[in-house]
């Protein structure tokens, strides 16, 4: 009889090393990591900006360094991994789950698991799908690949840039390109918000004199082998280029950084519910996917803004294999979980109780820039939480942690609302 | 005459409007959620520091680039001299994560590092 | 000197060269361009016309039809994807209807097989997601899709792999009459021929007038188009055009040969070499596809590219007795011939127009010269097979990658395209030598993330093939359009 895996992980970026990890200290006793790249830490290795892993290790980490932890963790528990090693197809066959995927030195394989984790991370949204006209010259690159010719292999690709978009990647490109050489003109942003993080619009673009262009977007690619030059234009309240705004800038490169999507082929093919909002799968408290036994984490399931939020999820959906393994999983939902208006989503989809420890924090996105609002969690008619903060972006997944007690005691709910309102105005002493 | 800067706090995503006042000698950051929001205002009104992350050439490894930073935060204004330093070197794989690759860069006491290990290959 | 220069490597130049390797001919096929099938031959509707739309007495009408029946054994022969999925051209009121009428008896005149006149329950019963309002369509089922740039590079390659000489980046300059032969001056140095055939697209004007007077005018005439995603690719079966007007057979809605979803073009003049598309014909198009397929435009979020090709149109002037037709002839200059003006329906008609230019033309020119015109013995119409790894059954790859195990190593995630399919497209006569070659041939880099992963592991790949550094790697045109500008860092690395 063929071998048959605890859990199968597919990628071993942050989410699946994570994953991995933790199905391993929960009871999954064969587990695997199937890599398509030629090692392990996914889009960590080309990420060599620091910021990674105050929330977890407290400290600011590069994203080498913040894999590496990982990387070593695994290799302390004997995790085996397969490098370059692409999967092809899942198919679920009910217990039994089958894997296949390729790679130079062993061929064609299959993988029979009891579990699977999906850690497949996402991908940059290319120039086509934003449809910028023009001519379709080289010089046009995604922020990602980018930077991953410039830091990982060493190659400039360009002198003076352009970058539309001011997600992080952007901005982290901004000041990497300036670091090694060019000069970068603008970043242009759709918005009128920034989707980076503050502190990279400080530290990346500000420190360089670099301009950040606010509801601007390009229009026109000049050239027609190389970039030759963009032209910006201002947009409306309606995202709608201003006519009469266009302004030509002459550059060597574009780079975009418009949008990350999560990355859900094998998911699809398999048969897993995806969820129209967050382009990810439906997922339970532990991750656990549509199809039992098949587990999903990270930017699969929808984009973060910081790896250490993908650690955490990770190691939810590990634990969650573990528990399958074992059969003390909980596959009945006691709540399902609705977005309010203005709120892009919340994950998880599910919950169910008694998987959950003491509390279980929901990871959601405004679709605006809230000021002077808070988010509150309904069962029924009646408030049982409340998330504050200073402001919400759209650029920051927020983290609305619920106790397990507090849900308890709705033995009777079905949903947990969650709602944008108005932050009560505090109540003057007497 | 007090002197105020509106800054966002760059120590942590948290990215914390910061209002720093400055008096003389005597600087006062409110806005503030942490300590190191504290430190960061004051730093940033008297020697503002950044950590630079990027690579240096890399021999014989799995990469022909080893990404490094500096181990701490240096000069902002002494940028783009220290990155002239780090492309002036090489090192050879294999590499361990930590291992110094510049000592005391441009004096500032602070060292340059690598920021994974790179095997040999 | 060669018995025959052809300028121009397209489709049209590249099959009229196949066609003349089956004679033992010394040929020599010319490109300014990076690689063959880079101009018109790249960007268009990629649609095998069943032919009923060009008057018989025209040679679109004559040659189309023939066309589109040889196409099955052309593309099988040399190995491209090619479909024949039926084409509708659809009606929406009883004028439209008559106009169809008058179609259909055009198609018989020219011989189009399999043509049905469908009545209103008969087309939604084919293709559910038409709009309601259609009444009628012409049912044509020789029509087909197919792989434009696939197709070029291998007739290109069978046409070399049978003698013909391949020069790209070599642009003609000027050409010399030497009253029994021609000196084309290149880039490159002097080419010496005894026939010229012009093959050079939108430019072919301007190549003639090197050696003849002004007797014809290309008019450049740019579409724009969008690819959707694969999710998109069976939204209809059959090609849908709308019913035709004077301005050219309108908006089209159609699957791609490699299951993603296509609609354009528009028409619009332009200058030469602008393949640029613009905001407002994209808009343009996007607001008028639906108006035969209304689901199209829940699709639009699934946009993957936009691109834009030019027509390469002849216009009348005052000493031209074309009136819009291909012109294929010997030109008033001896032994010149003119391929030219060979727009839509020409990707279709090549099997057939092909064999008649050097049938007819290009053979008794070199006879009445004293070429002696032998048949080439060992001239193979077939081509190696390509392999698409994707579309292999499971027991088919597990031999493929023990065989080869490069065929293991998937380096286009999105369409799972194998290093192996890549290396066999750059070591195939008239291969790849340019991201964007390896792009057309195999697909890396075709599908939704638009090479985003996969580009710098093909820039690598060429890069070690073809023994050039990475900043050697083009995308497409060598020189110009590079891709990286240099290392960073100013250290050597070991070995430099």
Not at chain 1, 92 to 117: C, M, P
Not at chain 1, 153 to 179: F, H, N, P, Q, W
Not at chain 1, 244 to 255: A, M, N, P, S
Not at chain 1, 372 to 386: M, W
Request: with cysteine.
């Amino acid at each position: 009889m063929e071998k048959v895996y605890d859990t199968v992980v597919l990628g071993g970026g942050p989410a699946g090393l994570a994953a991995a990890i933790e199905a391993k200290k929960n009871g999954a006793e064969d587990v695997l990591i199937l890599e398509r790249d030629r090692e392990l830490g996914g889009i960590l290795n080309q990420c060599i900006h620091n910021g990674f892993g105050l929330h977890t290790f407290n400290e600011q980490l590069t994203g080498p360094e913040y894999a590496e932890r990982f990387i070593d963790q695994a290799k302390e528990l004997d995790i085996p991994y397969e490098l370059d090693t692409m999967v092809l197809d899942l198919e679920d066959e009910g217990d039994l789950k089958r894997i296949h995927a390729v790679n130079e030195e062993n061929g064609y394989q299959t993988f029979d698991t009891k579990s699977v984790v999906l850690t497949m991370g996402c991908r940059e949204r290319p120039a086509g799908a934003i449809g910028i006209p023009g001519f379709r010259p080289a010089g046009v690159f995604t922020a990602g690949t980018a930077q991953r010719f410039i830091n990982m292999e060493g190659y400039m690709c360009g002198k003076k840039a352009v970058i539309l978009g001011s997600g992080d990647i952007g901005l982290i490109m901004a000041r990497r390109m300036t670091l090694e050489g060019a000069e970068v003109e603008a970043v242009c942003e759709l918005m009128p918000y920034s989707n980076g993080l503050q502190r990279n619009i400080v530290q990346c673009l500000d420190d360089y004199d670099i301009p950040l262009k606010l509801s601007h977007t390009i229009t026109f690619i000049h050239g027609k082998d190389r970039v030759e030059g963009v032209t910006i234009q201002e947009v409306g309240p309606d995202l709608k280029p201003i006519p009469g705004t266009e302004e030509r800038i002459d550059c060597d490169v574009v780079l975009l950084s418009v949008g990350l999507l999560p990355e859900n082929e094998i998911s699809r093919n398999a048969g897993v519910e995806i969820d129209a909002r967050t382009n990810g799968p439906v997922v339970s408290e532990l991750r656990e996917t549509s199809i039992p036994g098949v587990f999903a984490a990270g930017n699969v399931v929808h984009v973060h803004d910081l790896v250490d939020f993908v650690s955490e999820e990770a190691a939810l959906a590990g634990k969650g294999a573990g528990k399958y393994i074992q059969g003390t999983l909980d596959q009945e939902p006691d709540f399902k979980t609705v977005a309010g208006p203005g709120l892009g989503y919340v994950v998880p989809q599910n919950v169910s109780l008694d998987n959950v420890d003491d509390s279980i924090t929901f990871y959601m996105r405004v679709r605006n820039v809230l000021e002077d609002k808070v988010i509150n969690a309904y069962i029924g008619d009646e408030k049982v939480a409340t998330k504050r903060a200073q402001k919400f972006l759209p650029a920051e997944m927020v983290n609305f942690k619920i106790s397990k007690k507090t849900l308890e005691k709705y033995p009777d709910g079905e949903e947990i609302r969650f709602v944008i309102e108005d932050k009560p105005v505090p109540k003057k002493k007497a | 005459m007090a002197e105020v800067r509106n800054l966002i706090c760059i120590s942590c995503p948290m990215g914390c409007n910061l209002t720093v006042t400055r008096d003389g000698d005597n600087i006062t950051v409110t806005g503030n959620t942490c300590k190191n929001g504290e430190i960061y205002g004051i730093e940033e009104v008297t020697n503002p520091k950044r950590v630079i992350p990027t690579t240096v050439v890399c021999n014989g490894g799995k990469l022909k680039r080893l990404p490094v930073k500096t181990a701490d935060a240096v000069p902002k204004s002494m940028i783009f001299d220290i990155m002239k330093e780090i492309n002036k070197v090489s090192v050879d794989a294999p590499v361990e994560v930590g291992q110094v690759i510049i000592p005391n860069v441009l004096d500032t006491g602070v060292d340059v590092v690598a920021t994974r290990t790179m095997p040999a290959e | 000197m060669y018995d025959v220069a052809i300028v121009g490597a397209g489709i049209a130049g590249s099959y009229i060269a196949r066609t003349l390797a089956r004679y033992e001919l010394k040929i020599v096929l010319i490109d300014g361009e990076s690689d063959v099938g880079n101009q018109i031959s790249m960007a268009n509707s990629a649609i095998v016309h069943a032919g009923f739309d060009a008057p018989s007495y025209k040679l679109k009408g004559k040659f189309n039809a023939p066309g589109c029946i040889m196409y099955g054994k052309v593309c099988e022969d040399l190995d491209v994807p090619f479909k024949r999925t039926g084409s509708l051209v659809v009606a929406h009121t009883e004028e439209e209807m008559m106009k169809i009428h008058e179609l259909y008896q055009n198609g018989l005149r020219n011989g189009v097989p399999d043509m049905r006149i469908l009545f209103e329950d008969e087309v939604h019963e084919m293709e559910p997601n038409l709009a309601p309002d259609i009444c009628g369509a012409l049912y044509a089922g020789d029509a087909g899709i197919v792989s434009p740039f696939e197709l070029v590079a291998k007739v290109a390659e069978n046409a070399v792999d049978n003698g013909v000489e391949l020069r790209l980046d070599t642009l003609v300059e000027d050409i010399e009459n030497n009253d029994g032969s021609f000196t084309l001056k290149t880039n490159k140095g002097n080419i010496e021929a005894k026939v010229v055939v012009n093959a050079a697209g939108v430019y072919a004007d301007d190549v003639y007038e090197m050696v003849g007077e002004h007797y014809f005018e290309i008019l450049p005439r740019k579409g724009n188009y969008f690819i959707f995603d694969k999710e998109c690719g069976d939204l209809v079966n059959n090609v849908i055009f709308p019913c035709p007007t004077k301005n050219g057979k309108g908006i089209l809605v159609a699957p791609t040969v490699h299951g993603n979803l296509l609609i354009g073009p528009d028409a619009s003049p332009t200058w030469k070499g602008d393949i640029s598309t613009t905001q407002d014909k994209l808009d343009w198009i996007k607001e008028n596809a639906h108006k035969n397929v209304p689901s199209v435009e829940s699709c639009y979020r699934k946009i993957i590219r936009n691109y834009a090709g030019t027509r390469n149109t002849p216009v009348k002037t005052e000493w031209t007795t074309t009136d819009g037709d291909f012109i294929i002839e010997e030109s008033p200059v001896k032994n010149f011939v003119n391929f030219a003006g060979y727009e839509s329906p020409g990707l279709t008609s090549i099997p057939a127009a092909g064999l008649y230019v050097v049938d007819e033309i290009i053979l008794p020119i070199l006879e009445r010269e004293g070429v002696e015109v032998k048949p080439n013995e060992n001239f193979n119409p077939k081509n190696r097979k390509h392999v698409y790894f994707n579309e292999l059954t499971e027991e088919e790859k597990r031999e493929l990658i023990k065989e080869n195990p490069k065929y293991g190593r998937v380096i286009c995630r999105c369409e799972t395209i194998t290093e192996g399919e890549i290396l066999d497209t750059i070591h195939r006569s008239a291969g790849a030598t340019t991201v964007k070659g390896v792009k057309k041939r195999c697909r890396a880099g075709m599908g939704r993330c638009q090479g985003g992963f996969c580009s710098p592991r093909v820039t690598e790949i060429l890069s070690r093939e073809l023994d050039i550094p990475m900043d050697q790697v083009y995308y497409d045109k060598k020189g110009p359009a590079f891709i990286l500008t240099g290392k960073t860092k100013d250290v050597p690395e070991q070995g430099e």
